[in-house]
């Protein structure tokens, strides 16, 4: 264990004492949240504004143009992030310090499992910031949260970082080169956000989209974090007197109700789809830093090779 | 004394290409080993199967009498590899690196570093100890590789390459460390090399071209066998030295004649000892061994 720590330890310390890759795992925080703040706030505030009541307490609008803002970045950071971070496992092969590792009695599964911790905590650190900094601008504008739904946040940020570093390490195995690496990360960062409904609700996509989007994972992983962080909105609306229908609307307008061909997709159910495939891709990189299934695939494609 | 590597019927290749074929020969327990040969002769690849960093395709490996099979992992506390380009961490202190792969070994805390002091002792590390690996010179990064090769006590010393690109200087540095740690720990030095002069120093040494071993020896017994001996003439006429009737080539200083062996020598001595007023006799060098078994000359590294 205590080796496993310090590989752990090491990768961290690779990973912030890396400027480059530091500050490249922040630029897409960076560019959505200037984004959010110039631009999309303004088309989300009047969107809310032009299907409610005249009269709408300004606070009720800023929090859910706050709520909304907060889970789409959260929802895109815990996996962008988590493709820099785990960046670093390519950069060792790159760089190839991966074999100084493997002529130590050292096993794989240490190795693999230092890399995931590490990539995990690192994406953890840089998105627990993100979620402090962004409760401190929902603070400014429109408050509704209860330490509840903070703590449930936190949970979201939790599993979707989980997510993220699972995907990003059964991605970045197969990936050898700088060139590789790049091209992941600009596909990840510019791509992620449309297909997981964080730029823009898949209540506003076609049918057949939007139900091609109900089977990644991710999209799952938008809902419940976009619930919590505005079901304090929510609340206060209905304290307030606004019809139940009104309220449910609007749920389906952002996202938090999600509808999976039709049929309206519990919270739990959201949970256990992330929680699964956090599971299954856990059990993928496993499967395939395993030296003798790596072998196996290989002589696999070896013998495919040679039939072609 | 023992074998401590021993290398039986190795085969590996690369699609169509045979990088090692059929590579059979045994390291001695406390030998300086050499391995010689051009970019691309199998040297490397070798290296990389007995590290357990490559699948062989057929073959045996043992080490310390313990095959490699990548089933006993343990086996690999007794290499310590210093590669031919440093894998070290860059942005990391030569510290970190050496604690995270002294980690890798099992090894820490005090015993970390009691292991790090005794190295330091021979590599002096103070001063680039705290420093990240990025910032040192050449010759500095490769008293850290070393350091890093033998934090754990290995038994066996691997080199691949480790003075190409290196000031005379610097090589002249890691030569006499590497004897040091020969003399004082009895480690078993294998070395993978483009310079002759090198392999020249070793105990016994295996020239290798196309992934094939194309001699073996010692150096003496490789240039008895390979390479004639020279005499060198000085303040001679060339019509002398056409009398001794062998093959000669004018230097900047005088004349170098390519004899079989010293007793011919000797016989030209005494047969014409006129000519002989200011002359020298050497053996071969490696290089000439190397042209002879290969068909190629070898000159930092690149074939020719």
Redesign the interface.
């Known amino acids: 264990m205590s080796v496993t720590c310090e590989l752990i330890k090491r990768n961290c310390k690779l990973y912030f004492k890396d400027k480059g890759m530091f500050f490249s795992s922040m630029i897409t925080p960076v560019i959505l949240l200037v984004l959010y703040i110039t631009f999309l706030a303004k088309v989300y505030r009047d969107i809310f504004m032009s299907g409610m009541p005249s009269g709408t307490e300004e606070k009720i609008i800023n929090g859910l143009v706050g709520g909304q803002l907060f889970s789409s970045l959260m929802a895109v950071i815990c996996i962008t992030v988590a493709f820099c971070s785990n960046l670093i496992t390519v950069q060792d092969k790159v760089t190839e310090s991966i074999k100084d590792f493997l002529i130590t009695p050292i096993k794989r599964s240490a190795l693999a499992i230092g890399y995931y911790a590490a990539t995990f905590i690192c994406t953890f650190i840089v998105c627990i910031s993100a979620t402090g900094l962004c409760f401190i601008y929902i603070g400014a504008t429109g408050w509704y949260m209860s330490a509840v739904d903070v703590l449930l946040i936190i949970t979201d940020v939790f599993l979707l970082c989980m997510f993220g570093t699972a995907l990003s390490s059964v991605v970045n195995i197969f990936l050898r080169t700088q060139g590789q690496m790049s091209a992941v990360g600009t596909i990840v960062s510019a791509g992620y956000g449309f297909i997981c409904g964080a730029y823009m609700p898949l209540s506003q996509f076609g049918e057949g989209l939007r139900n091609t989007l109900m089977f990644l994972p991710g999209t799952y992983g938008t809902s419940v974090i976009r619930n919590h962080a505005m079901a304090g909105v929510f609340r206060e609306m209905e304290k307030t007197g606004w019809p139940t229908e009104i309220i449910e609307s609007i749920r389906d307008s952002v996202d938090c109700n999600i509808y999976f061909f039709g049929d309206k997709v519990d919270l739990w159910v959201s949970y256990l789809v992330v929680t699964i495939t956090v599971f299954v891709l856990i059990g993928l990189y496993v499967l395939l830093n395993n030296k003798n299934f790596s072998a196996k695939l290989k002589n696999l494609f070896k013998k495919k090779n040679k039939v072609n | 004394m023992k074998d401590i590597i021993r290398i039986e019927k190795l085969h590996k290749s690369f699609g169509e290409i045979k990088a090692v074929n059929d590579l059979t020969f045994s390291v001695k327990e406390g030998e300086f080993f050499a391995f010689l040969g051009v970019n691309g002769a199998g040297k490397s690849t070798t290296i990389s199967m007995l590290?357990?960093?490559l699948?062989k395709d057929e073959g045996k490996i043992y080490i310390d009498g313990t095959e490699v099979d990548?089933k006993n992992?343990?086996?690999?506390?007794e290499?310590g590899?210093v590669?031919q380009?440093s894998?070290?961490?860059?942005?990391?202190t030569v510290y970190?690196n050496l604690?995270?792969?002294a980690?890798?070994?099992?090894i820490?805390g005090k015993e970390f570093e009691k292991n790090l002091s005794e190295i330091d002792e021979k590599l002096h590390l103070q001063e680039i100890i705290k420093r990240p690996v990025g910032k040192l010179s050449g010759g500095q990064r490769r008293r850290a590789d070393v350091a890093?090769a033998l934090i754990h006590n290995p038994k066996i010393l691997i080199l691949d390459e480790p003075t190409t690109g290196l000031d005379p200087q610097t090589r002249r540095m890691l030569w006499e460390v590497i004897s040091e740690l020969r003399v004082k720990r009895k480690i078993t030095v294998l070395l993978t090399t483009h310079y002759m002069e090198e392999a020249a120093d070793a105990d016994y040494v295996v020239i290798m071209d196309s992934g094939k071993i194309s001699a073996e020896g010692t150096p003496i017994e490789l240039k008895n066998k390979y390479s004639g001996d020279f005499i060198n003439l000085y303040n001679v006429d060339e019509e002398k030295v056409k009398i001794l009737g062998k093959k000669y080539e004018k230097t900047s200083v005088g004349y170098k004649v390519e004899v079989e062996d010293t007793k011919t020598a000797t016989e030209l001595i005494l047969k014409y000892p006129e000519i002989f007023s200011d002359y020298e006799i050497r053996k071969g060098k490696m290089d000439d061994v190397f042209l002879a078994v290969t068909g190629k000359k070898l000159i930092e590294g690149e074939k020719r």
């Open positions: 590290c357990g960093q699948e990548g992992d343990e086996i690999k506390r290499l590899v590669f380009n894998v070290m961490d860059k942005p990391l970190d604690k995270s792969r980690a890798a070994y099992g820490k890093r």
